[in-house]
């Protein structure tokens, strides 16, 4: 069994940078997807990006694309969200998830999801 936990979140400004880490525990971790998703209080959850298991193959929401970067160091059990340029409107709860299969149906089901960790971007 894998267990999710996000960090790296908080408060920064409108052009500024940060970089979230998704830690797993678990042994079967190498070998999932890895998708990073974010919500605003009372809209839907928003697809951000998914990162295969080899690292190889990965995909990016139109609204972050060429801004956000996502990784993974399977060594470290990690995978990462490195977002530059943040916007306003990136200010969300962003949480990570686990799947065994590589589907760009990504809003379907995950084994595994983590807690969240809050970003805010202010203007």
């Known amino acids: 069994q894998v267990q999710l936990v996000e960090s790296g979140g908080g408060l920064v400004q409108a052009g500024g940078s940060l970089r979230l880490s998704c830690a797993a525990s678990?042994?079967?971790?190498?070998?999932?997807?890895m998708v990073w998703f974010r919500q605003v209080p009372g809209k839907e959850r928003e697809f951000v990006a998914a990162i295969s298991w080899s690292g190889v193959s990965t995909y990016y929401a139109d609204s972050v694309k060429g801004r956000f970067t996502m990784s993974r160091d399977n060594t470290r059990n990690t995978v990462y969200l490195q977002m530059n340029s943040l916007k306003p409107e990136d200010t969300a709860v962003y949480y990570c998830?686990?799947?065994?299969?590589?589907?760009?149906?990504?809003?379907?089901?995950?084994?595994?999801w983590g807690q969240g960790t809050q970003v805010t971007v202010s203007s």
């Open positions: 678990g042994r079967t971790f190498s070998r999932y997807a």
């Open positions: 998830a686990a799947r065994p299969t590589w589907d760009i149906n990504w809003y379907g089901t995950y084994d595994y």
